[in-house]
Nanobody
Framework: QVQLVESGGGLVQAGGSLRLSCVASGSIFSMNALSWYRQAPGKQRERVAR???????NYADSVKGRFTISRDNAKNTVYLQMNSLKPDDTAVYYC???????????????WGQGSQVTVSS
């Protein structure tokens, strides 16, 4: 069974850094688009970064220049490096992966369990 397992959340002071990791476990043929979303209390879930198979990435305006998404296909892992963190970045962060489990098969969407990131002022 395929699962996405996140790690790396925590409490950090404003201006600090955190790195989130998300590993896809199980039998996977390939990973397509990989994304990080976040949801703050009382707000809708929003996508903060996305990276596609060829390595091209895009970011929400609110995190451009501060967050970097990357992927390691050999390790079935996606990362989110978060620098210059602000209190407004406080949220639960979720990884999202579009995976193909078998050659020629359809793609499926998976979500991580969520990681709390809290930025204190």
């Amino acid at each position: 069974q395929v699962q996405l397992v996140e790690s790396g959340g925590g409490l950090v002071q404003a201006g600090g850094s955190l790195r989130l990791s998300c590993v896809a476990s199980g039998s996977i043929f390939s990973m397509n688009a990989l994304s990080w979303y976040r949801q703050a209390p009382g707000k809708q879930r929003e996508r903060v970064a996305r990276i596609i198979s060829d390595g091209r990435a895009n970011y929400a305006d609110s995190v451009k220049g501060r967050f970097t998404i990357s992927r390691d296909n050999a390790k079935n892992t996606v990362y989110l490096q978060m620098n210059s963190l602000k209190p407004d970045d406080t949220a639960v962060y979720y990884c999202n992966a579009i995976l193909i489990l078998h050659f020629g098969g359809p793609s499926y969407t998976y979500w991580g369990q969520g990681s709390q990131v809290t930025v204190s002022s």
